[in-house]
């Protein structure tokens, strides 16, 4: 069997994003580490059903430059965004702005039938997707 463990996201400011993602999808934070001989530090935020986010602030890390489209994104390699199935797209689009998300696009019909989708970024420009899917990602 296999399924993802975490999903690992490098931040500027760990104490700011741990904050913001606290706060914004109520995370608990599980006990912060560093490794100082590569100056990083960490701390991995905890949600239902085993989510784990793993942010890492490395001294020295730099940002790509950042996107203003979900399609813009895709012009960078690497990964893109992070997910979350949520049920009411529209209402955590707005907890989130409230919580200092920008939104990149607004709740709308996604390519897949039946269900609806929306774009935003954290403080840091990173993207997230919010999506109602009610069952599995179909074949």
């Known amino acids: 069997?296999?399924?993802v463990d975490?999903?690992?996201?490098?931040?500027?400011?760990l104490d700011a994003q741990r904050d913001w993602y606290q706060k914004a999808f109520g995370l608990d934070s599980a006990k912060a580490f560093e490794i100082p001989p590569v100056g990083l530090r960490g701390v991995f935020l905890l949600g239902p059903?085993?989510?784990?986010?793993?942010?890492?602030?490395r001294k020295g890390s730099t940002h790509r430059t950042p996107a203003t489209t979900p399609s813009d994104e895709l012009l960078?390699?690497?990964?893109?965004?992070l997910c979350f199935?949520?049920?009411d797209v529209d209402?955590?689009?707005?907890?989130?702005?409230?919580?200092?998300?920008?939104?990149?696009?607004t709740p709308a019909p996604s390519?897949?039938?039946g269900v609806r989708f929306a774009f935003v970024t954290d403080p840091e420009g990173n993207f997230i997707e919010l999506i109602d899917r009610e069952g599995p990602v179909s074949a």
């Open 1 to 3: 069997m296999m399924r």
């Open 6 to 13: 975490h999903v690992g996201l490098s931040v500027r400011d």
């Open 49 to 57: 059903d085993d989510i784990a986010i793993e942010l890492l602030e």
């Open 76 to 81: 960078a390699q690497g990964w893109g965004h």
């Open 85 to 87: 199935r949520v049920t």
């Open 91 to 105: 209402a955590v689009v707005d907890r989130l702005a409230a919580a200092g998300a920008t939104v990149v696009t």
């Open 111 to 113: 390519p897949e039938p």
